[in-house]
């Protein structure tokens, strides 16, 4: 088991989502940036679809109450053990009583500590996930929170690091056109090839920007329709929101592009303030 | 476009990318989406079924890629008011849904050829904050809104908004209303409500603009229950009056 001393700003429980309940109005949620939870996953030889806690901006520290197994993924912030500065990407032998605590990144925005075995909480609907859009799951971690682990899987760590490449620092979405591109005079040409910054309004839901404000062709109403991470929709302000792993099931308002699936990750990692342009690609 | 109300037959389903793993399907009404969303979860439902139960031999290898197959890597499926949302596993290929859709399409049944399942009964106490003002507006008595509003057979056309949330149509053209000009902060969970051509229970309190006839204290949804929507899309519903 593991306690919670301070959850820093905002840690999560979280897998890889609820996918099958869209039609009833609960999305599929599920870790911000999958693939950094599915390497802390397979750092300590769980199933990738183990429980792993997602931490934003750093600032956690737990205290193991018995021997563990973990690895930390995602925003490469600084790590301590007991004080002593670890690797990330890594695989951390924990003895009981021990304290880690996650320093805050200079980049991204959200770290993910796999523990062997995996975060055992009760699932809702089939997964751990926390869905802040649908208020379904565990609840936020607070202090004094203790977390069951469940029992270790078979497979042992067959590595010791997980070499990463460096950090993004210019970042680009690839897109391909959206259901209503047609609503939008320069089609793509109006999302591309402009710069836009990540404001303060973003989270698990949605990346809002703010930017050269995209037009449409006609103040058309549209039916609400279903959604997918990576939509990125254009309200009557003009500014695109590119949704998230929390998204609304369905929305009002026109799709003019996708982001590529290969690229999905990176929306759960990008900080308010950080600039950003789409490409077709 | 130019389509019968309710036949859901004019106008071809159109299959558009919409990212790696989903395709959008457009179509020309509410009657064509609940058909085709049908026979999809038809076929989604004999392509799960286990080989012993499903008739005919196993299929070979070769035929891998046959349509049941392509049809189990649906994991998401949702209507909405002109369009239907697929998406498929992860490392699936939603491009192979288009010739599914359009099976799917051409096996549809109609509204009239469906065989209704046994509807849910709702019982609902009118007494809601906005029926003397429904009553007001469409000209009928408050006893002639409850009775038009228990008349109708409704099915669920799609969910959304909130957890167990459904939009039900088959609401007597009569009690047509435009929502509220200024939403309500709070809606109380249960509440029986109509908007344009919907009727809908809230299934948890929340802001909303729907028009409050009266109240059921059934939960709508409930994650510890199996199924955890009472109403799924292409549900029967009707409402009795308790009050």
């Keep these: ?281 | 476009m130019s389509a019968e109300p309710g036949d859901g037959t004019v106008g071809q389903p159109r299959v558009l990318w919409f990212g790696d793993d989903a395709v959008l399907v457009e179509l020309a009404d509410l009657a064509a989406v609940r058909a085709l969303d049908d026979a999809i979860r038809a076929a989604r439902d004999r392509a799960a079924r286990p080989p012993a139960a499903q008739e005919g031999t196993p299929a070979p290898r070769a035929a891998a890629a046959s349509a049941p197959t392509v049809v189990a890597t649906i994991v998401d499926q949702v209507p909405a008011a002109r369009t239907l949302l697929l998406r498929v596993a992860r490392g699936a290929d939603p491009g192979a849904l288009e010739p599914v859709v359009a099976h799917a399409w051409a096996q549809r049944r109609t509204a009239a050829e469906a065989v209704p399942d046994e509807p849910v009964t709702l019982e609902v106490v009118y007494d809601g904050e906005d029926l003397a003002g429904v009553a007001e507006l469409t000209g009928l008595s408050v006893a002639e809104v409850v009775a038009r509003h228990t008349a109708a057979q409704y099915t669920v056309a799609f969910g959304g908004f909130m957890p167990g949330f459904a939009y039900l149509t088959g609401l007597d053209p009569a009690l047509r209303l435009p929502r509220l000009a200024s939403p309500r902060q709070k809606v109380p969970a249960g509440s029986v409500a109509i908007a344009d051509e919907f009727s809908a229970v809230y299934p948890a309190a929340t802001p909303g603009g729907w028009r409050l006839l009266g109240r059921c204290a059934v939960p709508l949804f409930d994650v510890d229950r199996d199924p955890p929507a009472l109403l799924r899309p292409g549900t029967r519903v009707r409402f009795v009056s308790t009050s």
Aim: aromatic share 4%.
């Design chain 1, 1 to 281: 088991m593991i306690e919670v001393i301070d959850p820093g700003v905002l840690t999560l429980v979280q897998d890889l989502g609820r996918p099958g309940w869209a039609h009833v109005g609960v999305g599929r949620s599920g870790a911000a940036d999958a693939g950094a939870l599915r390497l802390a996953n397979r750092l300590v030889a769980n199933d990738e679809h183990a429980a792993g806690l997602e931490v934003l901006l750093g600032g956690l520290r737990v205290r193991t109450l018995g021997p563990v197994t973990v690895a930390i993924t995602g925003a490469p912030g600084p790590v301590w053990i007991d004080g002593r500065p670890v690797a990330h990407d890594a695989v951390l032998e924990l003895a009981a009583g021990s304290q880690v605590r996650l320093g805050t990144s200079t980049v991204g925005l959200r770290s993910y500590v796999a523990v062997r075995g995996g975060i055992a909480v009760p699932a809702v609907l089939g997964s751990r996930s926390t869905d802040q859009f649908a208020g379904i799951g565990p609840a936020p971690l607070a202090a004094g929170d203790v977390l069951p682990v469940g029992p270790a899987p078979r497979d042992w760590p067959i590595v010791d690091l997980a070499p990463q490449r460096p950090w993004p620092t210019e970042i680009v979405l690839p897109v391909q056109p959206g259901p209503q591109v047609t609503w939008f005079d320069d089609g793509l040409a109006a999302l591309c090839g402009h710069e836009f910054t990540v404001t303060p309004a973003t989270n698990r839901v949605a990346l809002r920007l703010s930017g050269p404000a995209v037009r449409r062709r006609q103040a058309r109403e549209l039916p609400s329709a279903g959604l997918v991470p990576g939509a990125v929709q254009i309200p009557p302000d003009g500014q695109p929101v590119v949704f998230g792993v929390d998204h609304p099931v369905t929305g009002g308002y026109p799709v003019l592009a996708v982001v590529r699936g290969r690229a999905l990750d990176v929306i759960g990692q990008l900080r308010p303030g950080k600039g950003l342009r789409f490409v077709v690609g």
